[in-house]
Structure formats: C-alpha cells, structure tokens
Antibody, heavy 126, light 110 residues
Framework: QVQLVQSGAEVKKPGASVKVSCTAS????????IHWVRQAPGQGLEWVGW????????RYAQNFQDRVATTRDTSNITAYMELSRLTSDDTAVYYC???????????????????WGQGTLVTVSS | QSVLTQPPSASGTPGQRVTISCSGS????????VTWYQQIPGTAPKLLIY???QRPSGVPDRFSGSKSGTSASLAITGLQSEDEADYYC???????????FGGGTKLTVL
C-alpha cells in the first residue's frame, strides 16, 4: 500500500532553516509528483510547492518562492522540503502529499492529493 | 484569505443530509477538476472526492461531489457522528500554476 512517512517534529529559532523529509513506499517513486502543504495552528491548508521525483523539476507558491527548496533522493525514495529564514508565522504542520494525476495529449495534470504523510510539526520560537 | 470560498461551519443531526459549498473562479473551479478532503482534528487530510465527483476506493457512497460553473458542492447523506470533521475543497488554479484550497468547513453532528 502507498505510504509517505515524514521526519519528526522540529523546534527552530527565528532566522534558522528546517529540512523535512518524506519517504515513499508502495509505488514507483518517480511516477508521481510530491507536493508540500502546510497548516498553521487552527488554520486551513496552504500549498507550498511540488517536486517531480523523475527529473527534479520544482514549482513553488508565490508566498514561499524565495525561501523554500524541494529536493529528492531517488535512491532513498525520499523527498525533502527546506524552508529558510523562519519566523513565528512558519509554525505549522507540514505535510507531504502525492499528486494524483491524469494524462492527456502527452502531458500529465494534477487532480488531487491522493496520499498524505502523517505531518511534521515545525515550531519556530525564540 | 483562501482563494476558494467555503462556509466556516455546517451542522446536522444523525441521518440528515448536509451540503458544503465551495466557490471559486474561472481560473480554478471553472476550468479544472474539484477535489474534497476530510480532516479529523490531529490527523492528516484524507481524499474524499476527485474529478469533481469520483470517490476513491473505501470512501462510502454517502459522500458525493458535484460541480457547476465556478462552484462545487459536497453532499453527505445519512449523516453519522464519525463524519464530524473539517472539510476542504481544492482545485488547480491556472493563473497561480498550483493547487488552491478553500478555507475549510467545520462539520458538527448534533
């Protein structure tokens, strides 16, 4: 069965960086994008960005464009999200999610987040 | 401020039918598939509906989705206490080149 297992909770000081991992199993890692979504305490879901495990291509939400980086290690079937210059506003649970997709005319398109990791709580506090 | 608009709360009694709306624009719901998620507090979201109305294996047929123009709805029939959760809609936004979410609807089973 498809599983995404994330790294454990982190506590960081303002200005620091955090790197969260997401290890996949149960499917071919390079066949599906990995997305990152965050949820601040008591708030809704916010898309952060995605990475294509097959070619390393990335795209980020405008809010995070200049301080987020997503990478992958195909040999360890793991995706990573690193967020830098942390502030208290970055305190949130960060989820990785597999991008469900459909393909048409030689291109593939996102249609859902079909499997989710368990989430990683990142706390930013001085 | 979420790109998609959902009511913050909804409620119903066991056995009732409830609907949750999700409103967007031509760049997201109007031109792309809508998806719905259920999130029980303290857990990760779970996919309920994709392709506007398709249910993944294991999701009861009490849950159904629909879309018309730039709006979508999630309907839950035969409401059960275990349905008490937060529900989120999402769709791809062509202008933003990424998925966007609604703000979430907290469903209370009275």
């Amino acid at each position: 069965q498809v599983q995404l297992v994330q790294s454990g909770a982190e506590v960081k000081k303002p200005g620091a960086s955090v790197k969260v991992s997401c290890t996949a199993s149960g499917y071919t890692f390079t066949d599906y994008y990995i997305h990152w979504v965050r949820q601040a305490p008591g708030q809704g879901l916010e898309w952060v960005g995605w990475i294509s495990p097959s070619n390393g291509g990335t795209r980020y939400a405008q809010n995070f464009q200049d301080r987020v980086a997503t990478t992958r290690d195909t040999s360890n079937i793991t995706a990573y999200m690193e967020l830098s210059r942390l502030t208290s506003d970055d305190t949130a649970v960060y989820y990785c999610a597999r991008g469900g997709q459909y393909c048409s005319g030689g291109r593939c398109y996102w249609h859902s987040f079909d499997y989710w990791g368990q989430g990683t709580l990142v706390t930013v506090s001085s | 401020q979420s790109v998609l608009t959902q009511p913050p709360s909804a409620s119903g009694t066991p056995g009732q039918r409830v609907t949750i709306s999700c409103s967007g624009s031509a760049s997201n719901i109007g031109g792309n598939y809508v998806t719905w998620y259920q999130q029980i507090p303290g857990t990760a979201p779970k996919l309920l509906i994709y392709y506007n109305h398709q249910r993944p294996s294991g999701v009861p047929d009490r849950f159904s989705g629909s879309k018309s123009g730039t709006s979508a709805s999630l309907a839950i029939t035969g409401l059960q206490s275990e349905d008490e959760a937060d529900y989120y809609c999402a769709a791809w936004d062509g202008s933003l080149s990424g998925p966007v979410f609604g703000g979430g609807t907290k469903l209370t089973v009275l």
